[in-house]
T-cell receptor, first 112, second 110 residues
Framework: DADVTQTPRNRITKTGKRIMLECSQTKGHDRMYWYRQDPGLGLRLIYYSFDVKDINKGEISDGYSVSRQAQAKFSLSLESAIPNQTALYFC???????????FGPGTRLTVT | GQNIDQPTEMTATEGAIVQINCTYQTSGFNGLFWYQQHAGEAPTFLSYNVLDGLEEKGRFSSFLSRSKGYSYLLLKELQMKDSASYLCAVVTSGTYKYIFGTGTRLKVLA
């Protein structure tokens, strides 16, 4: 079984809809991250969390919110989706003792 | 500001050696990563450098010069499966945020 899972893997939604992307991990890591990836722009950090009570904005948090329901779960919400939020979204985890990040398989989101 | 630069695209021949460069300017430094990403897939870890010098791991090596804000990834004995994007990322000190470059798309030709 994959250590970091994301649901859904693909989603098409309409402008103005609320949508939630979920991330779960079995690695036991405290640190979790949400990124979006756009062609030519690389991976950009949306939000990150270093433990259940810690939530921090990344470089592009406007239009997004997150919830850290448990050590293993970190959800990303788009309150009112817009077309320029069409992108590939990745969740990642890391261990404080090993700086390497482990990525989930990604969610391809299309907003029409 | 924070900036990481790497070439957009490179092409090389199967069996050859290719060097992918990365320069960075960040507020604080706690290490530099290289990740490999095949199209539509998740990035996977290749290497981590926190001290100056060369780290070798099989066909892949990574070099870091902190004083120059420079790193490179060296791929030897290129194989077709090495066709992918290679992402350079810096971990900033203090907040441990990861800043990614836009990636270098490598095409390996037969």
């Amino acid at each position: 079984d994959a250590d970091v899972t994301q649901t859904p893997r693909n989603r098409i939604t309409k402008t103005g809809k609320r949508i939630m992307l979920e991330c779960s991990q079995t690695k036991g890591h405290d640190r979790m991250y949400w990124y979006r990836q756009d062609p030519g722009l690389g991976l950009r950090l949306i939000y990150y969390s270093f433990d259940v009570k810690d939530i921090n904005k990344g470089e592009i948090s406007d239009g997004y919110s997150v919830s850290r329901q448990a050590q293993a779960k970190f959800s990303l919400s788009l309150e009112s989706a817009i077309p320029n939020q069409t992108a590939l979204y990745f969740c990642a985890t890391s261990d404080p003792d090993r700086v390497e990040q482990y990525f989930g398989p990604g969610t391809r989101l299309t907003v029409t | 500001g924070q900036n990481i630069d790497q070439p957009t695209e490179m092409t090389a021949t199967e069996g050859a050696i290719v060097q992918i460069n990365c320069t960075y300017q960040t507020s604080g430094f706690n290490g530099l990563f290289w990740y490999q990403q095949h199209a539509g897939e998740a990035p996977t870890f290749l290497s981590y450098n926190v001290l100056d010098g060369l780290e070798e791991k099989g066909r892949f090596s990574s070099f870091l010069s902190r004083s120059k804000g420079y790193s490179y990834l060296l791929l030897k004995e290129l194989q077709m499966k090495d066709s992918a994007s290679y992402l350079c990322a810096v971990v900033t000190s203090g907040t441990y945020k990861y800043i990614f470059g836009t990636g270098t798309r490598l095409k390996v030709l037969a």
